[in-house]
């Protein structure tokens, strides 16, 4: 079946530094969400992206989608201890979510 | 009130029982679903359902039976327990299943945590 890899699996950043984290598929994606998990907590829907080459920003979150539909990204601009959390990437048809990338700030 | 609710939040049990899981929405979404997220927090979708019918059902074990008595509600009933279903179950719902558009956001419920002893 499709996979929507996700990478890195974990990130420790210090407090003030970026972060990214990066989801591919060998096939085109269709749409690509992005959730955010907190620790002991459920997913949250952050945003979708639908078009090629689509650049979004919330704040310091900027996310990417590649210009072939097959990649994506989350980047995160001075790392903020509430940023902790395990980030996920989902291909909306058929529905795949990535493996997440857990990140760690240290104040 | 809570958009997705689900009970209980814990659980836990003896392997080879049996136990269901209660999810409810109150958002008017059509589609539901249920997802196991294991220990190393892999997110994985189990079933979903539209307009009381099935329509994913991934490679998961006949021992766990969806059932939906109306669009609100999805409920997982799992059958002789074992070890291995030890894990977080996330009910969550969306407007609707795929597409394009807002209606295919989810949203998910606090989560249930099942042990198996």
């Known amino acids: 079946g499709q996979q929507v890899m996700q990478i890195p699996q974990y990130q420790h950043v210090q407090e003030g530094e970026d972060f990214t984290t990066y989801c591919n598929s060998s096939t085109t994606l269709s749409n690509i969400q992005w959730y955010k998990q907190r620790p002991g907590g459920h997913p949250v829907f952050l945003i979708q992206?639908?078009?090629?080459?689509e650049v979004k920003k919330q704040k310091r979150l900027t996310f990417q989608f590649g210009e072939a539909k097959k990649n994506s990204s989350l980047h995160i601009t001075a790392t903020q201890t509430t940023d902790v959390g395990t980030y996920f990437c989902?291909?909306?048809?058929?529905?795949?979510f990535g493996k997440g990338t857990r990140l760690s700030v240290i104040a | 009130d809570t958009a997705v609710s689900q009970t209980p939040k814990y659980l836990v049990t003896q392997m080879g029982n049996d136990k269901s899981i209660k999810c409810e929405q109150n958002?008017?979404?059509?589609?539901m679903y249920w997802y196991k997220q294991d220990s190393k927090k892999f997110l994985k979708i189990m079933f979903s359902y539209n307009n009381k019918e099935l329509i994913i059902n991934e490679t998961v074990p006949n021992r766990f039976s969806p059932k939906s008595p109306d669009k609100a509600h999805l409920n997982l009933h799992i059958n002789s327990l074992e070890l291995g279903d030890s894990a977080v179950y996330f009910c969550a719902s969306s407007q609707a299943e795929g597409g394009r558009g807002a209606k295919n956001i989810q949203y998910f419920g606090a989560g249930t945590r099942l042990s198996v002893l």
């Open positions: 989902a291909d909306v048809t058929p529905l795949v």
């Open positions: 958002l008017g979404h059509d589609t």
């Open positions: 992206l639908v078009k090629s080459g």
